[in-house]
Each structure stands twice: as C-alpha cells, then as structure tokens.
C-alpha cells in the first residue's frame, strides 16, 4: 500500500506521474511543516501562504528530486528558506502581538492558544501561559541562524547532522547556534524556574 511506503519512494512514484503519491506525502506533512513555518513567521495567515508555498515549490521542483535526498531534509530546507526570506522582508516591520487574533474569523485564537501544550491545572496554566509568552518572545529575540536551529530541533526533533543539511553549514556551527540559542533562552526564563518548581504537579 502506498500509505506504508517511505517518503522518498512516495517523492520517485510523484515524479513518474502518481498523484495519489503525493497527496500522501501532503497529508503526511502538512502539520508538521505548517507548525514550524507558524512558530517561525508568527502569523497564522502568512504561515498558511508560506505552506503552499512550499508545497508548490516541491510540485515544481520534482523532477529535481533524487533519491539520495532525505524528502524531509529538501522539504525543511524549502520552508526553512521561504521563512528566512519572509523574515528579511518583514524585518523592521512590528512584530505580531502574541494575543491578537490569528486570523480574522471569530473564535480564529492566538498564536498562544496554539503554543499552548497539554491542559495543565489552572494555577500551572496560568504560568504555563506566562512562560509562553516569554518564550516566544526570547525566541523572537535570538538572530534567525539561532531561531530556525532551536525550532527545527526542540519541535521537529531532528538530528544536528539533519539541520545541518537544511541550513547549509556544518554540523558543528549548528550544535554551537543551539548551545547559543539555549543560553540566551535559559537567562530570559529564569526567573521562571522557581516559580514553576513551587506549583504542585498533578
């Protein structure tokens, strides 16, 4: 069955010709991608463009695509680059309230109902909340190499080595913009960590 075939088997039967291939590999990483692309850019209405974006970037490229390739490497990397260049068009633009809306339709939420994890009791919520909102904005605060590194390994969990193929530089300089990224992140929410250790866990 298709359903059970590897992604990059599903990306060669797509280029001789399968739709249904693809709509598999679409539905297979639609969430994900979306996900990284909304912590990215912020905004729900840009990070939707931004994932048609890459998919039809992956449509149009193809007959470029070689087996060799990791399918979720050249598709991070397709987003990872949309991202970076929406970023430097956007870059002395405001930066989109954490609790403003995301989108126009009511009930739409924001993007901290989206952060948002698992129900947690309401006092651990209510600095659950608290953390994300300085979360997003310590992320907010790191340079772009250091953002995209901390997101595509904290949120999509992928290897350094798998970074570093998607951002194009060595592994090494990746586990560095991590180690930075995460030092940076630890001062902005220390002020947390007692806070959160005096809450009883359920």
């Known amino acids: 069955m298709l359903q059970d075939e590897a992604d990059e088997a599903l990306m060669l039967r797509y280029q001789q010709g399968e739709v249904r291939a693809f709509e598999i590999l679409l539905n297979r990483h639609r969430k994900p991608v979306f996900n990284f692309i909304l912590r990215f850019v912020q905004s729900r209405e840009l990070a939707e463009d931004l994932l048609q974006e890459a998919f039809l970037r992956v449509i149009r490229s193809a007959g470029k695509y070689k087996q060799q390739a990791k399918f979720t490497t050249w598709l991070y990397t397709i ?9 430097r068009r956007a870059k ?19 993007l901290l109902d989206v952060v948002a994890g698992n129900e947690l009791p309401s006092d651990r919520a209510a600095v659950s909340k608290e953390i994300q909102i300085k979360l997003q904005s310590a992320l907010a605060e790191l340079s772009e190499e250091q953002r995209e590194v901390f997101l595509m390994r904290e949120f999509l969990d992928m290897p350094f080595k798998q970074i570093s193929e998607v951002v194009g530089v060595p592994e090494n300089t990746v586990k560095s913009r991590m180690r ?18 005096a809450l009883p866990y359920k």
Request: proline share 2%; glycine share 4%; net charge neutral.
């Open 79 to 87: 987003a990872r680059n949309l991202c970076v260049d929406q970023s």
């Open 92 to 110: 002395h633009r405001k930066a989109k309230s954490l609790d403003s809306p995301l989108s126009s339709s009511d009930g739409s939420g924001t």
């Open 180 to 197: 930075y990224a995460l030092q940076k992140l630890r001062l902005e929410l220390e002020e947390f960590s007692d806070m959160a250790k």
